[in-house]
């Protein structure tokens, strides 16, 4: 797929190991996303998939 805008779709969210809420996307064309809350103060960030 090209350059369309992506949909992110929420799959569901749990908890990792280390305490940080993880929430995980995708869109229909195949991406996916997780984005991640850390504990104490940092500022949430979202890693892309392959
Ligand atoms: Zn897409």
Same mark, same amino acid.
Do not use: K, S
């Given at each position: 797929m090209g350059? %369309?805008? %992506?949909?992110?779709?929420k799959d569901g969210m749990e908890v990792s190991a280390a305490g940080e809420l993880v929430e995980t996307y995708h869109c229909p064309c195949g991406s996916t996303w997780t984005k991640i809350y850390p504990v104490e103060g940092r500022e949430p960030y979202t890693v892309q998939g392959p």
């Open positions: 350059d %369309h805008v %992506h949909i992110r779709l």
